[in-house]
Antibody, heavy 118, light 110 residues
Framework: QFQVVESGGGMVQPGTSLRLSCVAS????????VHWVRQAPGKGLEWLAV????????YYGDSVKGRFTVSRDDSKDTVFLQMNSLRIDDTAVYFC???????????WGQGTRVAVSS | IVMTQSPLSLAVTPGEPASISCRSS???????????LDWYLQKPGQSPQLLIY???HRASGVPDRFSGSGSGTDFTLSISRVEAEDVGVYYC?????????FGGGTKVEI
């Protein structure tokens, strides 16, 4: 059975940073795109970022561009989301998901909660 | 690309059909003939799960009562006979180009 596990969430103050991790077990991230998606409390899904299978191409949603950075360590089947300059409206559950470079998100984690509050 | 779903919510009767509409602000039909649109279901308290990819292709393990149709800018997710386990929020997502984007979601309840 596969597992995708996000970690690194927590409660932080506005303007600070947080680094989320996403680890795969039972499956591999190698040769796949890995996406980050978030869900604010009571709201819908928001696509945030993708790192392509080649590790070089990275794309971001407008709300996080310039503040969030995605990276990967294929030797550890791990993807990271570095979140800087956090704002109150970044409060959400953050999911990572394995897919193709463009969509087809088949393997999702259970999410990690991030709360930004003063 | 902006994705718009309708309706916002849908009350369904088990055994009856149901459909959800998704519209994109520009065509999702690529030159290879595929429509770059996924459908996901998020059941209560769970992570999303992929139902349909490339507009009309059922993902592995998805019951055949689910089907996707449409092309260009207008798409539909249909459930031929709703079951109680189908409750949750359905999302379409375009996958044509980055940034990808989800629709606002359609809540389906019995």
């Amino acid at each position: 059975q596969f597992q995708v596990v996000e970690s690194g969430g927590g409660m932080v103050q506005p303007g600070t940073s947080l680094r989320l991790s996403c680890v795969a077990s039972g499956i591999t991230f190698n040769s796949y795109g890995v996406h980050w998606v978030r869900q604010a409390p009571g709201k819908g899904l928001e696509w945030l970022a993708v790192i392509w299978d080649n590790g070089n191409d990275k794309y971001y949603g407008d709300s996080v561009k310039g503040r969030f950075t995605v990276s990967r360590d294929d030797s550890k089947d791990t993807v990271f989301l570095q979140m800087n300059s956090l704002r109150i409206d970044d409060t959400a559950v953050y999911f990572c998901a394995r897919g193709f470079n463009y969509g087809y998100l088949t393997h999702w984690g259970q999410g990690t909660r991030v709360a930004v509050s003063s | 690309i902006v994705m718009t779903q309708s309706p916002l919510s849908l009350a369904v009767t088990p055994g009856e059909p149901a459909s959800i509409s998704c519209r994109s602000s520009q065509s999702l039909l690529y030159s290879n003939g595929y429509n770059y649109l996924d459908w996901y279901l998020q059941k209560p308290g769970q992570s999303p799960q992929l139902l349909i990819y490339l507009g009309s292709h059922r993902a592995s393990g998805v019951p055949d009562r689910f089907s996707g149709s449409g092309s260009g800018t207008d798409f539909t997710l249909s459930i031929s006979r709703v079951e109680a386990e189908d409750v949750g929020v359905y999302y379409c997502m375009h996958t044509l180009e980055s940034p990808l984007a989800f629709g606002g979601g359609t809540k389906v309840e019995i």
